[in-house]
């Protein structure tokens, strides 16, 4: 799934390990969401998008690709 996590996480000039701590996973999980590799449980969705103060669809792209 496209995000631009990445881009949020330099807008707050965070590191991967600052953000982890803050929502409770591993710098690894950040890592893996930033780079499409895993796409985040919906808890952990919303848990990113409340850090950032916005929307899930802010961070990730929905669309489906077919």
Request: glycine share 0%; with cysteine; net charge negative.
């Amino acid at each position: 799934m496209d995000n631009n996590l990445r881009v949020k996480r330099a807008e707050r000039e965070i590191t991967q390990q600052e953000l982890a701590d803050a929502v409770d996973v591993s710098r690894q999980t950040i890592y893996a969401i930033e780079k499409s590799k895993y796409d985040p449980s919906l808890e952990l969705a919303f848990s990113l998008a409340n850090y950032f103060d916005c929307s899930i669809e802010d961070i990730f792209d929905p669309a489906i690709d077919n």
